[in-house]
């Protein structure tokens, strides 16, 4: 998100996340955002603001002006890095409660043992269609992929969530799914939601 008009038509729809994209060679890179509608948006909406492979210092920056509620980690940061940015996170915002999201594109064959190092680092995982440009492509994974996944740390679902397969999320029952991810089949243009599409899915999801 990054228009004014469409966050407050957004806000209407009472999304537990907003993502706010500050990573420049996105098409969707958020700039000139405005503080002041941001500050008015209601408690319950989280703020989120998405990275990849920033510095941490750069990540805190972002944190504090923007006074965000949470952080996806889009790129391919480390365990160490999620450890450093909590640390600094509790000496430089130490009334913060932040949420940590670290993603991981995923492919045939994805080794899901491989993150478990980072259960002790991250709030969430979140689980995206492997591609070169860091998510936003518009392309599902097959999400039988995901019966392979035993571990227990909740996970967003990404990767080209549409209109059409939106549904079929019911077909899928593991406890961990926490929350849905829903991006680019939702724009009339990259980092423009389309607020009718969305108000369809959320009474959708509500039932």
Same mark, same amino acid.
């Given at each position: 998100?990054?228009?004014?008009? =469409?966050?407050i038509?957004?806000?209407?729809?009472?999304?537990?996340?907003?993502?706010?994209?500050?990573?420049?060679?996105?098409?969707?890179?958020?700039a000139?955002?405005?503080?002041?509608?941001?500050?008015?948006?209601?408690?319950? *909406?989280?703020?989120t603001?998405?990275?990849?492979?920033?510095?941490?210092?750069?990540?805190?920056?972002?944190?504090?002006?923007?006074?965000?509620?949470?952080?996806?980690?889009?790129?391919s940061?480390?365990?160490?890095?999620?450890?450093?940015?909590?640390k600094?996170?509790?000496?430089?915002?130490?009334f913060?409660?932040?949420? #940590?999201?670290?993603?991981?594109?995923?492919?045939?064959?994805?080794?899901?043992n491989q993150?478990?190092? !980072?259960? $002790?680092?991250?709030?969430? !995982?979140?689980?995206?269609?492997?591609?070169?440009?860091?998510?936003?492509?518009?392309?599902?994974?097959?999400? &039988?992929?995901l019966?392979?996944? =035993?571990?227990?740390?909740?996970?967003?679902?990404?990767?080209?969530?549409?209109? $059409? =397969?939106?549904?079929?999320?019911?077909?899928?029952?593991?406890e961990?799914?926490?929350? #849905?991810?829903?991006?680019?089949?939702?724009?009339? $243009?990259p980092?423009? &939601?389309?607020?009718s599409?969305?108000?369809?899915?959320? $009474?959708? *999801?509500? &039932?």
């Amino acid at each position: 998100m990054r228009d004014s008009g =469409n966050i407050i038509d957004l806000a209407q729809l009472k999304p537990d996340y907003l993502g706010l994209i500050f990573y420049a060679q996105s098409k969707r890179f958020a700039a000139n955002l405005d503080k002041g509608i941001l500050s008015s948006l209601p408690d319950s *909406i989280k703020l989120t603001g998405v990275f990849v492979n920033e510095t941490i210092d750069e990540v805190i920056s972002k944190i504090d002006e923007y006074d965000l509620n949470a952080v996806q980690l889009h790129g391919s940061e480390s365990v160490l890095y999620c450890q450093q940015l909590r640390k600094l996170l509790s000496v430089s915002l130490p009334f913060r409660e932040l949420e #940590i999201i670290k993603a991981f594109g995923i492919f045939p064959g994805f080794d899901f043992n491989q993150i478990e190092q !980072f259960n $002790e680092v991250v709030d969430y !995982f979140l689980f995206d269609t492997k591609t070169t440009e860091h998510g936003g492509s518009g392309i599902a994974f097959d999400w &039988k992929i995901l019966d392979q996944y =035993n571990g227990l740390k909740p996970y967003f679902l990404s990767g080209g969530l549409s209109p $059409e =397969n939106i549904s079929e999320i019911s077909n899928l029952v593991p406890e961990q799914l926490y929350a #849905i991810d829903l991006n680019s089949k939702f724009e009339l $243009e990259p980092g423009l &939601k389309d607020i009718s599409s969305l108000k369809s899915v959320f $009474e959708l *999801i509500g &039932k």
